[in-house]
């Protein structure tokens, strides 16, 4: 079975544009839960998505934004990017709230 | 904020038990320990969660003291690919809310 796959791997953009990642969840699984880890931190909460609706919100600006679509994959949008968005941003999936959650990879961002 | 507190670093020998201590002293009812370990910059790998009972899996065994206020995870025989950062998590699930929320982990050194 497959797990939680994320794409792109690695992901370099420039400060000021925009960047998409996304995250397709395990077979079944209608909870997305995205993290930021910054080099060396530990790993932020960022959002949680479950059912198609946004549930839950870590202390992030509004530029960081997200949607989940009906087939429950999900899309993390970060805005006006700056240097300090550099991160690994993990995503992990669930059955639903209160479930095991399995993480990703991860998406490696830098901007620079 | 992370609600458990666990020692910055161990080190263990290999093939000697590893045990991973966490004082989580404000845990409420129904909120789930779980325990996850990341292996440089891969996404974080579940281990096993519980409510009071002590659990057992393939990986590693739960201890939770019977206050619920502080648990143990131990590793039996631990080797090298073990080394990594562990995070102790207190789960908290109510209606509409899920927060998987990582502290700072402990760094666990396996030495041949």
């Known amino acids: 079975e497959a797990g939680v796959t994320q794409s792109p791997t690695h992901l370099i953009k420039t400060r000021g544009q925009q960047a998409t990642l996304r995250c397709s969840p395990i077979?079944?699984?209608?909870?997305v839960y995205w993290y930021q880890q910054a080099l060396g931190l530990g790993l932020q909460f960022l959002l949680w998505?479950?059912?198609?609706?946004?549930?839950n919100r870590g202390n992030f600006p509004p530029r960081f934004s997200g949607r989940q679509f009906p087939n429950y994959s999900s899309e993390l949008n970060v805005n006006a990017l700056e240097l300090e968005d550099s991160a690994l941003y993990l995503c992990?999936?669930?059955?639903?709230?209160?479930?095991?959650?399995?993480f990703g990879q991860g998406t490696r961002l830098t901007v620079v | 904020d992370a609600k458990t507190t666990q020692p910055t670093s161990m080190d263990c020998a290999e093939g000697r038990a590893a045990n991973l201590p966490c004082n989580h002293s404000?845990?409420?009812?129904?909120?789930?320990v779980y325990w996850y370990r990341q292996i440089h910059s891969q996404g974080p790998q579940y281990i096993i969660h519980?409510?009071?009972n002590n659990e057992t899996n393939e990986m590693a065994s739960l201890i939770i003291t019977e206050d619920r206020k502080s648990s143990t995870l131990i590793l039996p025989h631990a080797t090298l690919r073990d080394t990594a950062v562990y995070y102790c998590?207190?789960?908290?699930?109510?209606?509409?809310?899920?927060?998987?929320?990582f502290g700072k982990g402990t760094r666990l050194h396996i030495l041949p």
């Open positions: 992990a999936s669930s059955s639903g709230q209160g479930f095991v959650a399995f």
């Open positions: 077979s079944g699984h209608t909870s």
């Open positions: 998505y479950d059912e198609g609706e946004e549930r």
């Open positions: 404000t845990i409420s009812g129904n909120e789930y």
């Open positions: 519980g409510l009071k």
């Open positions: 998590i207190v789960r908290v699930v109510e209606y509409r809310d899920d927060k998987i929320i």
